[in-house]
Each structure stands twice: as structure tokens, then as C-alpha cells.
DNA sequence: GCCGTTAATCGTATGATTACGATATAGGAT
DNA sequence: ATCCTATATCGTAATCATACGATTAACGGC
């Protein structure tokens, strides 16, 4: 009965869940890594990068999409690709907030 | 046919993956920060926190107890949990690593 | 116009995840 | 021994995720 009771959480907790759902998995890493070291990001070169089938990495694509740490824009008949580095930034930096605040909190004491 | 390639994927991905999977849900981000501020860390009261039922919870406590960054006693007939904050330091910074990189590949460049 | 290339989307199959209630188990108390 | 409490596990159902091939759509070149 997979109804999500995500409406229950904190809103911070839901962008930090949010971030690392698009991180957890490895074709998403590499593609992001890619992203970010390439100055040509079309998506034919993910693809001959990729141990994955085309359908498959457009489909991870479409995942970093929606979540908006990448954009795409149609260059003739190819796709180009880029990180948004203002969205992904912020992830980031809730993201290090959320650890922050976890090594703050830390106690060693039980177990 | 959702095999996934996973052996594909430099092992440094697959970490950052896996951590960033245990963190791809807000209850277990919850979980994490009771049990980071929590003196005591009994499975009841996170239960008593969270908006799932009892089962649901030990599935999450499940899932995290496997990646290693928390271990559970049993403490009579209640359970006791706590983050092990070695490994949990490991993923982290391995993802801290993963993210530097991030910024330090960065090109402003298309798009 | 027609063809080739590129990439998104569709259809589909399979496995994983998430949720719950019910049951089993184990320990403490009486 | 019996009962109560706490928690793990089982059974189950629904949804999501991941993968692929096939198809569609959009553009450039001829």
C-alpha cells in the first residue's frame, strides 16, 4: 500500500530526500560528473560513456531534469546538456546543512 | 528487465550512490536526526515520532542497519539503535569528496 | 520533397521500494 | 508457567524504478 506519507515530513528533509533520490544511482553520478567536466554535453556522448541504452539515459536525464540540477536544450537535431549550477548548488548546500547539523547533534553515547 | 548494470560503475559512484539511496527518504533522514540528538534511541520512540506504522519504521531501521551506518542492540525486550558514526563519516566523506570534485570540475560553458 | 541522424517517448517486463496489518519471538514481570 | 510488552519478520498489495527495444518527432542535408 505504497501510499507515501511524504506530506508528513519537514520541508527540508523532503529536499534533502529529494537530492539524494536523483544521486542514488551511479548512471546518475557519472552522468553529472560528465556534465561537469565536459564542455561539450550532448547526449549522444553520455550515451557511448554509458554501459546503458539510449532509451535508458534519457530516461536518467529526464530524472535530473525534473528535479532541475540539469537543463537541455535542443541544438539542431542533438540535445546539449548542462548542470544548472544555481539549482544544484542549492541542493548542495541543503544538503551540507542537513550534515552540519547531524555532526552537531552527534552524541556517542549509546550502543 | 531491470538488471541493473551496477558493475559497470567506478566503486566510488557506487558508494555515493548507496549512501545517497539510504538518505532518499525523508523518514530515514528523520531516523538519522533522532538518532543523532537522542540520547536514548529506542526503537518505540522513533516509532512514537514518525507518522508510519511499527513495521514500516523497523523496515527503514532495516534498510540503514544494512549500508552499516547504524547498528541496533537489543537492550532487553526493547532495541536500542545508534548511528556508527565511523562509517557513517565514511559515506560521508566520500560524498564530500564526490562533491568537491563536482565544484571543481565546473564549466560554465554551454547551455 | 526524401533520407539519415539524434534523441524523446511509448510500451513493456521485472525487480525494488514502501506501506500496512498480522504473526512470531524474545525478554521481563508476576 | 503465564502474561505483557516491544520489536522483528512475514504476507501482501500498490507504486516506483530501471532497463530495453520500437516508435515517433524534429532537424539537416541531399
Not at 72 to 79: A, H, N, V
Not at 103 to 109: A, F, Y
Request: aromatic residues 8%.
Amino acid at each position: 500500500m505504497a501510499l507515501p506519507r511524504i506530506i508528513d515530513f519537514p520541508d527540508k528533509d523532503l529536499k534533502v530526500a529529494d537530492f539524494a533520490k536523483a544521486l542514488s544511482h551511479p548512471a546518475r553520478i557519472a552522468i553529472l560528473k560528465v556534465l561537469a567536466e565536459k564542455q561539450e554535453c550532448i547526449c549522444g556522448d553520455l550515451v557511448a560513456d554509458l554501459p546503458l541504452a539510449q532509451s535508458t539515459v534519457s530516461q536518467h536525464l529526464k530524472a535530473l531534469k525534473e528535479l532541475g540540477i540539469i537543463r537541455g536544450i535542443i541544438d539542431g537535431p542533438r540535445s546539449r546538456y548542462c548542470i544548472d549550477w544555481k539549482v544544484f548548488d542549492r541542493y548542495q548546500r541543503e544538503f551540507g546543512a542537513w550534515s552540519e547539523k547531524m555532526v552537531k547533534l552527534r552524541q556517542d553515547n549509546c550502543c
